[in-house]
């Protein structure tokens, strides 16, 4: 009887003189367990009734793979022709087994077995968790470095569970594959905002690797990776529009969405064990069931569909992400911005429709010298609740000089309120544009008589109106409200500047008349300047919005519009009697 030799994390010997009876009878088994019977099939030599062991021990584990086989790491993320074999091996082997004769079936465990240790030997024995490509576990992710030390060694460790060296090749993966989602994750399970551009492939290696440790009942995840999984698919679910794919994720050449971000959301909440009535459970049902491929229902606004009192929105300072979203509904109007660039990255999709994607660019300069911005922004406020989701972002530059973004998602009311602010500039001259890129079929077109902008996509219309700008072309202004490739906002001021930006989609509005202008703000009977305080009222339809920014510190109540605040922002609506119904009111961020 030839020695035993073949084992994981032992060098392979000269595999052309065996053949298959000679290659079984010289692999290590485990010292026990052999629940199978393959260790005393494969001593005996006989392929035959090896053959017939490993197919029901396959059959057995392939029903219960809840994440379809059809779903593989794309062909980009294939480190070596080695690595590509073995994850078509392994797939083939494990859906495989009814459709192979014996001979065919023991050939396929074979080139697989020998695939799978030479992966072990190149990443070195023993194993480790982590090879050093991600630095600070910050930055876009190597999925074909997770993909070469996680999922594949981990599927292969429970294929071949019963080969000596298996246990400790699949405790590395388990090690390496729980570590990367625990430090790409924050504890509320959102992913890093550097994540999403990879997120569907990085997302489906982890439910892949979940799927075949429920099949051969070896969980990957246990106990604070266990619960961080359930809340990343929730976190996943939230990311996403009606089309199943999540916001600012790179979508594949030529605009075909394969349904791979759904069918993965569906597997990861049936691994996470979501009780089907969840709202959140039947959106992802809805979308891996083709139910997003109906139009949208733009035509009204239903109440909101929330999941036990939770709101589907999260802001993150560790993953520098933030998901504004008004429900659970596959019609759901979301908002995602990722703040960990100069230009943050934001994806807006209105009735689950996308309508801006893409970097949220800035520029301003002071007294004609442009502003170097900071690499990326904090976030200064969050607030969600019933009336919509609230963020504001900053930068604080040398000077005094502070810079805020902001974006208020009303929950019910279907609107966008998003603005820039600048102040501490002194008495100096702020030149500031910014753009709002548009999503891709997605037509922009300027008002003739004012300085609305309409977007359309499909049986979808917006409107956008910028209210620091006077709503009639003909009033002569330094500052330009234009749609080219995007929405593009130019303003001028002295000392501070608010340019706040309306953007409105509800189907009763559409066609609503609409004008808009610039508020006197005052304190104790003196009008406040444009660097201390701006204020804006907007009608739409029935609709009459005020939004209110003081850019200076006061412990006194400013008046505007007959309301008394003492608010830093106020934006709100008014009710029928006069009185304004707040969105968000937000006290000094300083």
């Known amino acids: 009887m030839s020695q035993a030799t073949i084992a994981f994390g032992r060098p392979l010997p000269d595999l052309e003189q ?9 692999i290590a088994w485990k010292s ?24 029901r021990s396959l059959r057995a584990a392939a029903k219960r793979i809840v994440f379809p086989p059809r779903h593989c790491v794309p062909a980009s993320t294939a480190t070596s022709r080695t690595n590509g074999e073995l994850r078509q091996l392994l797939d083939e082997l494990c859906h495989s087994a009814d459709a192979s004769e014996g001979p065919e079936l023991v050939a396929l465990w074979r080139a697989a077995l020998v695939a799978a240790i030479e992966l072990s030997l190149g990443n070195g024995w023993p194993p480790t968790p982590d090879d050093g490509d991600s630095a600070g576990r910050r930055g876009t992710p190597d999925v074909s470095a997770l993909v070469r030390r996680g999922e594949l060694p981990w599927r292969a460790g429970l294929i071949f569970r019963d080969v000596a ?10 090690r390496c594959l729980e570590r990367e989602l625990l430090e790409r994750t924050d504890a509320g399970g959102l992913p890093q905002a550097e994540l999403l551009p990879v997120f569907p492939e990085w997302f489906g290696l982890l439910v892949r690797a979940a799927s075949w440790g429920k099949a051969f009942d070896k969980p990957v995840w246990s106990g604070e990776s266990r619960d961080r999984f359930a809340e990343l698919t929730r976190a996943a679910a939230a990311l996403c529009d009606r089309r199943g794919w999540p916001a600012i994720a790179k979508e594949p050449d030529g605009g075909s969405i394969e349904n791979l971000p759904a069918d993965a959301l569906r597997s990861a909440a049936h691994i996470a064990g979501w009780k089907k009535r969840r709202p959140a459970a039947r959106l992802v049902h809805a979308l891996a069931n083709g139910a997003a491929s109906r139009r949208p229902e733009t035509s009204g606004a239903d109440r909101p569909q929330l999941d036990g009192g939770r709101f589907p929105s999260r802001q993150s300072d560790v993953s520098r992400l933030a998901c504004l979203r008004t429900d659970w509904s596959l019609d759901a109007d979301v908002l995602v911005l990722a703040h960990h660039a100069r230009a943050p990255e934001l994806r807006l999709s209105v ?47 040398p000077g005094g000089l502070r810079i805020e973004r902001q974006a208020m998602l009303a929950r019910e009311d279907r609107l966008l309120v998003v603005a820039d602010v600048i102040s501490g500039a002194g008495d100096a001259t702020i030149e500031y544009s910014s753009r709002l890129p548009l999503a891709d079929g997605v037509a922009a077109a ?18 956008a109106f910028p209210l620091a700008l006077p709503d009639d072309r003909i009033l002569s202004t330094p500052g330009s409200f234009v749609a080219a490739d995007g929405l ?20 009763q509005r559409k066609r609503g008349y609409a004008d808009w202008r610039t508020l006197t703000v005052a304190e104790d009977g003196r009008r406040v300047t444009t660097a201390e305080g701006w204020g804006h ?28 605040t003492a608010y830093e922002t106020l934006v709100g609506r008014f009710d029928s009697d006069g009185e304004v119904e707040a969105y968000v009111m937000v006290e000094s961020a300083t």
């Open 446 to 463: 300027s008002d003739r008589g004012t300085r609305e902008c309409g977007l359309r996509c499909g049986r979808l219309t917006a409107r």
């Open 165 to 174: 060296g298996a246990g400790r090749l699949r405790k590395a993966a388990r």
């Open 32 to 55: 026990r367990d052999d629940r199978a019977g393959l260790a005393r099939a494969a001593a005996r030599g006989d392929a035959r009734a090896f053959s017939s062991k490993l197919r």
């Open 488 to 507: 593009e906002l130019r303003q001028t001021a002295r000392g501070g500047l608010y340019a706040p930006l309306v953007l409105d989609w509800h189907p």
């Open 351 to 397: 009735f689950g429709t996308p309508l801006l994607s893409g970097p949220w660019t800035i520029e301003v300069a002071i007294d004609g010298r442009p502003v170097e911005l900071g690499e990326a922004w904090n976030c200064v406020c969050w607030a969600s609740d019933g009336d919509g989701d609230y963020l504001e972002l900053q930068q604080k530059l």
């Open 18 to 26: 065996l053949d298959d009876a000679a290659f079984l009878r010289a």
């Open 537 to 564: 009222r907007l009608r739409v339809g029935e609709l009459q919005l005020l939004v209110y920014r003081s850019l200076s510190e006061t412990r006194r109540f400013r008046t505007i519009l007959g309301q008394h």
